[in-house]
């Protein structure tokens, strides 16, 4: 959890507002039981073109999934809610955002009629020539201890 940053360019290339880029974010984050079965999962993957000194979101995809049955403990989970934000997608800015945020409950984790919360937090920033993806799990609620989570993510850039 926390924040990755990744430089695009670096030294006289990171002046040069003359190339473009395109630059691709995505991340995945997700609550797990404890035998390490899916049971909410929160994805956003962006996309935007660069010189560098500004930028362009190109387009932003986004999923909330929970997982209705699961096999061995009998728990079912849904989607409570979510929500998005984003930079205009018509012009270049220097500071360029897509975030997302979802938010999920169990309310019979072990047939105990206990409610269990887990929100994802994904949120993607351009700044010029450097990327930041913040993400973060939190979990409350009755058995919140026994759940476990990960962060994957993928970052890529070239020329255009």
Same mark, same amino acid.
């Given at each position: 959890m926390g924040t990755k940053s990744a430089i695009i360019a670096s030294g006289s290339e990171a002046g040069n507002c003359g190339r473009q880029w395109r630059i691709h974010l995505w991340a995945k984050t997700r609550t797990e039981d404890p035998l !390490?079965?899916?049971?909410?999962?929160?994805?956003?993957?962006?996309?935007?073109?660069?010189?560098?000194?500004?930028?362009?979101?190109? !387009?932003v995809s986004r999923d909330h999934w929970a997982n209705p049955d699961t096999i061995f403990f009998s728990t079912y989970w849904f989607v409570? !809610?979510?929500?998005?934000?984003?930079?205009?997608?018509?012009? @270049? @800015?220097p500071w360029t955002w897509a975030d997302t945020y979802g938010y999920y409950q169990?309310?019979?984790?072990?047939?105990?009629?206990?409610?269990?919360?887990?929100?994802?937090?994904?949120?993607?920033?351009?700044?010029q020539n450097i990327a930041y993806l913040n993400?973060?799990?939190?979990?409350? !609620? @009755?058995?919140?201890?026994?759940?476990?989570g990960d962060l994957l993510e993928n970052f890529f850039f070239y020329q255009i």
């Open positions: !390490g079965i899916n049971l909410a999962e929160t994805e956003q993957a962006a996309a935007w073109n660069s010189n560098l000194c500004q930028n362009r979101l190109l !387009g409570i !809610g979510s929500s998005n934000s984003q930079s205009p997608r018509t012009t @270049y @800015y169990n309310d019979n984790f072990l047939d105990n009629n206990q409610s269990t919360w887990a929100s994802h937090t994904i949120e993607f920033t351009l700044s993400r973060r799990i939190v979990r409350t !609620g @009755y058995f919140k201890r026994f759940l476990s």
